[in-house]
């Protein structure tokens, strides 16, 4: 008997913690158990109050940055590239090859190529005639 499919524009978190489990549980036989670690680097204002900052996290070899934010009133600072180096830093600890990255703002973009990251796929008009950037840095 074939499943009934039901489309649905939300996601109940039972459902997505299910499906989550039963990925993790299929990659852990096909790649091995993995060794995912959290990595943060928030910053905060002066009210103590989390504005901005890196979070990523390493695994099976790699550095993945899923965020990173700088407020408007810090940038130009160079903190992008200090918490990039920062979290390098900790996954060349943690036994990693390289890091990945992808990001939609051109800026941004810009700030990776500065820290050595280079593209390596992209996906043009993605939204508008904005393209979506993935980068890798090698260790």
């Not at 996601?11 to 039963?22: G, M």
């Not at 899923?66 to 060349?92: S, W």
Request: proline fraction near 4%; charge should be neutral.
């Amino acid at each position: 008997m074939s499943p009934s499919l039901h489309l649905s524009d939300h996601t109940p978190e039972a459902d997505q913690a299910a499906i989550l489990a039963a990925l993790k549980a299929y990659n852990d036989v096909l790649l091995g158990p993995t060794d995912r670690r959290d990595l943060s680097i928030p910053l905060h204002d002066a009210d103590g109050k989390t504005d901005g900052g890196l979070i990523g996290y390493t695994g099976r070899g790699w550095l993945y940055v899923e965020m990173l934010f700088v407020p408007e009133r810090l940038r130009g600072q160079g903190l992008a590239g200090r918490m990039l180096q920062m979290a390098e830093d900790e996954a060349r600890v943690r036994g990693c090859k390289g890091a990945y990255i992808d990001t939609i703002n051109p800026a941004a973009r810009r700030a990776y190529e500065r820290q050595g990251y280079k593209v390596f796929g992209r996906l043009e008009n993605f939204t508008g005639e904005f393209e979506i950037t993935w980068l890798r840095k090698l260790f």
